[in-house]
């Protein structure tokens, strides 16, 4: 079982965005918007794939031709510096669809071989453990009595919201909902028509085989910040101080922003 994050970043295209700069080249590549998206992924999505206990993944980051070429190779060498030329595939692509973008590349990479495809966002992250449970859940996926479908998409609805100020982690609040995207996965041959990215994620349930994972246990971090690309907002319950052990045991990058009371440490 092949896992394989999806990241789109500074994708100018088809790819579900909601902000402004979806839409505008020269807001989407601005030097500082960039500097931010670039620093984000350095210091939340990169280090949570950097902890797996099961290293065995690959990342697939999917960004624009149109990317000034300077940022190019910042995005480049961040994403194999940090995870190694075997497990970093970073693609620059024209304008076009994300999700069709992804299917291509998974079907010539892995073919007709099970596969759990994971929708990873540039400024999110998922738990120490993400990779092994997911696979654990996968394969059992795959074996389910009465299974009549050739995919299986798999939501991990719960997780926490991740604030941040000024470039830095402030605070962390707990999050439960339904087939979010964060964490979410399709179990499906690589060569499967589907991508999870090419699919309304809200009605997954309703429209699709699916197994939701409703352990009291965190599996994701989303990012809150000014530059979302997203209308992402606050509106869940912060952790109390006996909360933060169980945070930092799966999140353990977060140990330089927080001690284990949930104090904020002064940034180095």
């Known amino acids: 079982m092949d896992v394989v994050f999806q990241t789109r970043f500074s994708f100018?295209?088809?790819?579900?965005?909601k902000s402004a700069a979806a839409a505008d080249?020269?807001?989407l590549f601005?030097?500082?918007r960039l500097d931010a998206r670039l620093r984000l992924f350095e210091l939340i999505t990169l280090p949570s794939l950097l902890a797996q206990s099961d290293p065995d993944f690959t990342h697939m980051v999917l960004s624009s031709t149109l990317m000034p070429t300077p940022y190019k190779v910042?995005?480049?060498?961040l994403v194999q510096d940090t995870l190694g030329p075997r497990r970093a595939r970073v693609m620059f692509r024209p304008e076009g669809s994300a999700g069709g973008f992804l299917r291509?590349?998974?079907a010539k990479t892995?073919?007709?071989?099970p596969c759990a495809q994971v929708v990873l966002d540039d400024d999110d992250a998922v738990s120490d453990d993400y990779v092994a449970v997911l696979r654990g859940?996968?394969?059992a996926a795959l074996a389910a009595p009465g299974r009549e479908d050739d995919y299986m998409f798999i939501s991990f609805p719960r997780g926490y919201t991740l604030l941040i100020e000024d470039g830095a982690p402030v605070a962390l609040e707990h999050r439960f909902v339904s087939y979010t995207n964060l964490g979410l996965a399709l179990v499906a041959p690589g060569n499967h028509k589907r991508n999870p990215f090419m699919t309304s994620h809200r009605r997954i349930g309703q429209r699709h085989p699916s197994l939701m994972v409703t352990s009291r246990r965190p599996f994701y971090l989303?990012?809150?910040?000014?530059?979302n690309d997203s209308n992402a907002h606050k509106q869940d319950l912060e952790l109390a101080p006996h909360d933060m052990t169980l945070a930092l045991r799966h999140f353990p990058f977060l140990g330089r922003h927080f001690g284990p009371d949930g104090t904020r440490l002064a940034a180095e």
């Open 12 to 17: 100018f295209g088809k790819s579900g965005w």
């Open 25 to 27: 080249p020269d807001l």
């Open 30 to 32: 601005a030097p500082e």
């Open 74 to 77: 910042r995005l480049r060498e």
């Open 104 to 106: 291509q590349s998974m």
């Open 110 to 113: 892995f073919g007709n071989k």
């Open 137 to 139: 859940y996968a394969q």
């Open 222 to 227: 989303r990012a809150l910040h000014r530059h």
